[in-house]
């Protein structure tokens, strides 16, 4: 809608300079030519040239075209004002009375990375982030120097502080090993992402910048943290294994509920069905052991009892 206006206005703006200049041409002429042949010659092309450049100058020349997804920041002798040409055509003043500096409007994804962050208790980490920002004031944004580096720098800042305050390894690392190491970190990264946008939003303002998202994306702990970690998921793992297969001797064993069979008796029973490599056939004349091993493989078959 602003640039209609800004149209609008202009077409007013180029009749009325036509106007003047014609009118102006007119009486120059009156003042130098007062009589002659010229006045009905020269002098009316002499008029309507003057118009003509009035026209191209005022009127071509003044029209600004805005690429999409972009905002023209307006300057009046070089001095910016408070005023942004939208999308589409618009007119002004040519210069060098009235310009305009063409403003990127789209997100613009950053994705730092910093090194040797230092978290609460002083253990470094690399740590790579994201942060998705746009313009949102282009009259503050051209006030500042190198807005997307003074943010870049401030966001930097803010990791480094916010790790360093509110990001700790538990400190009982050395006591109960590196499963605390990685609960610390787990636990602490998505309430540092939340701080982490929080703090960034409130400070967007200064560099005329929105904010959208930021993130910690991806935490490098130390190597021997890392080794350290790597190992006590191979033992985890290990253990679960175990774990599994202990419930299924224990499944196995509940078979022999009703062959009167002891604990230990269950136990060889299921062991010996584990060591086994073909089927073993058995006759009802078995001894009770024996049919408790063929029970547990499935295999059993009564002849002549």
Known sequence: MTHIITLAVGLVCNVMFAFLVYIFTVNLTDVFFPVGEYRQGFLPIFHWLAVAISIYYFGIKGLVHVQTAHENLV????????????????????????????????????????????????????????????????????????PFISFAKFFERTVRILVSKEWAMDTEVEKDGVKKVVTGVTKAAEPLSEALDLALKENMSQWGLGLDEAMIKRVQLPDEIEKATAQKRVEQHEREAKDE?????????????????????????????DGKATRVIIDGNASTLEKAGALAGGVASGKGE
């Open 75 to 146: 300057e009046i002798m070089e001095r910016r004002i408070r005023w942004t040409l939208k999308e589409g055509w618009n007119w002004i003043l040519p210069y060098p009375f009235m310009s305009s500096i063409p403003t990127d409007t789209r997100q613009h994804p950053l994705d730092p990375h910093f090194e040797e962050v230092l978290t609460k208790d002083e253990i470094a980490m690399e740590i790579d982030a994201f942060a998705l920002v746009k313009v949102v004031d282009v009259y503050k944004f051209h006030d500042v120097d190198t």
């Open 245 to 273: 297969e202990v419930r299924g001797v224990r499944d196995r064993m509940r078979v022999f509920d009703r062959s009167g069979l002891t604990a230990k008796e269950k136990l060889n029973a299921v062991q010996a069905e």
